[in-house]
């Protein structure tokens, strides 16, 4: 009787220690799916969140096309800094959060890819420079940057030449094709098409970080596009080296010129050329083709915030007939 009694015992031990078993393993098991849950929710919530960002940014863009519409409603031959649209950064708030966008004029600085619009970047029937590599080299050299010279600005517009141009020939002593990049420790090849970014310059032969950091608020870059037109109305008037450097003029010229211009510009491409300073400008009739009054590329930097998401791009548009505005580039990011 004693050894029944003894065993019923062992049997309800063995019994109580397998339910604390199996309820051990159901509360791990409900405490794992709760966690899943909880991150499930929140992967919802973030998603949520992240689209409604996206689309507080996308309204930025659609705003943005109203505003360049009306600026030239009542001026459809002149883009200058007195319009609407040159309002710089501005930040509106919204619900959960906020919208903050700047429109820039893509005509006020130089556009890199208008480096392939000749071959070897020289007029055509002359060895003369064509005037954007021109300018290139100009500013580079005007930037005074340690250790660059009019050799190190020569080899620089050379290797872009070569990554901008169709065919794999390297054009000057300075260039750079396939068989320069793909000789490196991590291969690849000349692009032999327009710029994408700036930043692009990162991977062409000779640039730096420190040309290209001291170049970045000089130049840009027009989705497929080699059109090399300065609106002067729009030139940053603190920025009078990129001026400089399409002139071929003195700093203290360039800083005359845009001190003359007054906000609203000049009416007409005629009056700018008629300026007393620009008159003394040597061989200033071959570089008038450079400048333009009126704008029809410019860029949106927009952001939005909602709750703890954030989203920002980069839009390049294009007007047409002062009418349609259409956006022909895109990047996700801040850059």
């Not at 005074?144 to 020569?154: D, H, K, R, T, V």
């Not at 300065?230 to 080296?241: A, G, R, S, Y």
């Not at 007409?268 to 009126?294: G, M, R």
């Amino acid at each position: 009787m004693i050894r029944l009694t003894l065993n019923y015992k062992k049997q309800q031990g063995v019994a109580l220690i397998t339910v604390m078993l199996i309820v051990a393993m159901c509360v791990v098991i409900a405490s794992q799916m709760t966690n899943r849950l909880q991150m499930q929710m929140q992967r919802s919530t973030n998603i949520s969140f992240n689209q409604q960002a996206y689309w507080y940014a996308m309204g930025a863009e659609a705003f943005t096309k109203r505003v360049l519409i009306t600026a030239f409603k009542g001026e459809e031959d002149v883009t200058h800094l007195g319009q609407i649209w040159a309002q710089g950064e501005t930040t509106y708030p919204v619900d959960f959060g906020e919208i903050t966008g700047e429109i820039k004029d893509l005509q006020s600085c130089l556009n890199l890819n208008a480096l392939r619009a000749l071959p070897n970047n020289t007029q055509e029937g002359s060895s003369k420079k064509a005037p954007a590599r021109l300018a290139l080299e100009t500013l580079i050299i005007n930037l005074q940057l340690e250790g660059i010279s009019q050799f190190e600005a020569e080899s620089m517009a050379d290797a872009l030449t070569d990554w901008l141009d169709a065919d794999s020939r390297i054009s000057s002593a300075g260039g750079a094709e396939d068989d320069d990049y793909a000789s490196r420790e991590f291969p690849y090849l000349a692009a032999n098409n327009h710029l994408a970014s700036v930043n692009e310059l990162r991977v062409i032969e000779h640039f730096t970080p420190a040309v290209i950091n001291a170049l970045k608020p000089y130049v840009c870059v027009i989705p497929n596009s080699e059109q090399h037109q300065i609106n002067i109305n729009t030139l940053d008037v603190e920025q009078p080296e990129l001026l400089e450097a399409l002139l071929g003029s003195t700093i203290d010229e360039a800083q005359d010129i845009l001190n003359a211009r007054g906000e609203e510009g000049f009416e007409t491409i005629e009056k700018f050329f008629n300026l007393p300073e620009v008159v003394k400008i040597e061989n200033i009739d071959d570089k008038k083709d450079q400048f333009v009054v009126d704008s029809e590329y410019f860029t949106l930097k927009a952001s939005a915030s909602f709750n703890d998401s954030f989203f920002a791009f980069n839009s390049v548009m294009k007007i047409t007939n002062n009418k349609y505005v259409d956006v022909i580039s895109r990047t996700i990011g801040r850059n």
